[in-house]
């Protein structure tokens, strides 16, 4: 039975993913298993993909001082009047950005509700703007700016801005079309020696190793890796099974 190696360079970090082929699905394992999830392992399980998704993207496109920043409201609005004022605010910091001569405006932002009242975490590439300008731009409450650490891994801070519990049927965050996509380069492998594990590119060092199964295509070995001199910020792990 044929297995696969994919690939994934996002930034720093360095993903490896060993599967069989899909075709194996129906035969060795079921693609029915699903089915019996309850409701709430499903949504654990659709949360841990969509935290994977998102720590690619952001170490594919951010890094050392670029900025992460927490727009908060200071009265409760509908839902589509925060929608209404998070584009607006994007629009303005466009125009300011151009202003100031600075790149097009790169974002990721998610919108969660801590009891009852909305804010927004936005990741935005490097300007030099102060608390006070900020916070004129944003215009709805209060702001909380920081500079993101030396490159490395950022899961934990996709888990952070995805703790929450998203609404059925609503996007988990929204992104700038100009962000790049981590690099995906899927390999056919050699079934015959099981025994031969994945191993990191050179000058990366393996951050995590494990294997876990997968209701789709069964048995899979996983490998995370950070470039020399990047630091892991994906502590306080959570368990890799999907």
């Not at 030396?150 to 059925?168: H, M, Q, S």
């Amino acid at each position: 039975m044929p297995r696969y190696r994919k690939h994934i360079w996002a930034g720093d970090v360095y993903e490896c993913e060993e599967y069989y082929s899909p075709r194996a699905i129906g035969k060795k394992y079921n693609r029915g298993q699903n089915e019996l999830l309850t409701s709430e392992e499903q949504k654990e399980r659709n949360l841990k993909l969509a935290r994977r998704k998102l720590s690619r993207l952001i170490n594919a496109n951010f890094r050392q001082g670029d900025l992460f920043i927490t727009l908060t409201y200071r009265k409760r609005l509908s839902r589509e009047e925060i929608k209404r004022e998070l584009r607006n605010f994007l629009s303005r910091l466009r125009r300011w950005r151009k202003k100031k001569g600075l790149s097009s405006v790169k974002y990721i932002v998610v919108t969660e509700s801590e009891s009852g009242r909305e804010h927004h975490h936005l990741l935005v590439n490097a300007m030099d703007i102060t608390l006070k300008e900020l916070t004129e731009l944003w215009g709805n409450g209060r702001v909380m700016i920081s500079q993101l650490e030396p490159g490395g891994d950022y899961t934990g801070l996709a888990r952070y801005i995805t703790k929450e519990n998203i609404k059925e049927y609503e996007k988990r965050w929204s992104t700038s079309r100009n962000l790049v996509q981590p690099k995906v380069v899927v390999k056919k492998i050699n079934s015959a020696n099981p025994k031969k594990k994945p191993k990191p590119p050179k000058g990366y060092l393996v951050v995590e190793s494990s294997e876990y199964f997968s209701e789709e295509i069964g048995p899979i070995r996983y490998l995370k890796a950070i470039r020399l001199g990047g630091d892991d910020y994906g502590t306080g792990k959570e368990k890799t099974e999907l």
